[in-house]
T-cell receptor
Framework: KAGVTQTPRYLIKTRGQQVTLSCSPI?????VSWYQQTPGQGLQFLFE???????NKGNFPGRFSGRQFSNSRSEMNVSTLELGDSALYLC????????????FGPGTRLTVT | DAKTTQPTSMDCAEGRAANLPCNHS???????VYWYRQIHSQGPQYIIH???NNETNEMASLIITEDRKSSTLILPHATLRDTAVYYC????????????FGTGTRLTIIP
């Protein structure tokens, strides 16, 4: 099976802009989670979607949002970008209910200037 | 979620067994111990998990103490490709997808 794919891999945006990142989970996986990784804060959970519904949410401002489509693909959006949003954004998928492990994609490296 | 404590960094000679400790003294009865690793600039990779019995798979072995307050991840024959940051996570499984990563242990395999 193909792994988790994320697009784009690299992105440069300016402050105030908005950005949309995409994640395609492993075929058959219906749960998609998003994480932010920065040198200062490490890996932090953003949110999780299952069957097009947000099931869990981390402590991030409302500028961070997401959605999931009927084919389990997911997008996350960040509006009004700030310099501190520069990070590696990771997506992970899981076959909810059958296995415990999450499979991570390679991430999208977002740089805000 | 259980708070975990890991050494910041460790070195291991190539070909030797790498033993990575983790303390999770506040772990509750329904929380599993998960191990993930992250090789530079890649997404984390699942290694192994366990509840109270020792576990082994093709990548590693997990030894959990009887009181479940600590565990050790063992990479039996470390290679240079095992150089990574290793995360130990205490996590309940049912209905909870969030993984709470700590700072992990930076393992360096020395040739």
């Amino acid at each position: 099976k193909a792994g988790v794919t994320q697009t784009p891999r690299y992105l440069i945006k300016t402050r105030g802009q908005q950005v949309t990142l995409s994640c395609s989970p492993i075929s058959g996986h219906r749960s998609v989670s998003w994480y932010q990784q920065t040198p200062g804060q490490g890996l932090q959970f953003l949110f999780e979607y299952f069957s097009e519904t947000q099931r869990n949410k981390g402590n991030f401002p409302g500028r961070f949002s997401g959605r999931q489509f009927s084919n389990s693909r997911s997008e996350m959006n960040v509006s009004t970008l700030e310099l501190g949003d520069s990070a590696l954004y990771l997506c992970a998928s899981r076959d909810r209910g059958l296995s415990y492990e999450q499979y991570f994609g390679p991430g999208t490296r977002l740089t805000v200037t | 979620d259980a708070k975990t404590t890991q050494p910041t960094s460790m070195d291991c000679a190539e070909g030797r067994a790498a033993n990575l400790p983790c303390n999770h003294s506040t772990i509750s009865g329904n929380e599993y111990v998960y191990w993930y690793r992250q090789i530079h600039s890649q997404g984390p990779q699942y290694i192994i998990h366990g509840l109270k019995n020792n576990e082994t798979n093709e990548m590693a072995s997990l030894i959990i103490t009887e009181d479940r307050k600590s565990s050790t991840l063992i990479l039996p024959h470390a290679t240079l490709r095992d150089t990574a940051v290793y995360y130990c996570i205490g996590q309940a499984n049912f209905g909870n997808e969030k993984l709470t990563f700590g700072t992990g242990t930076r393992l360096t395999i020395i040739p």
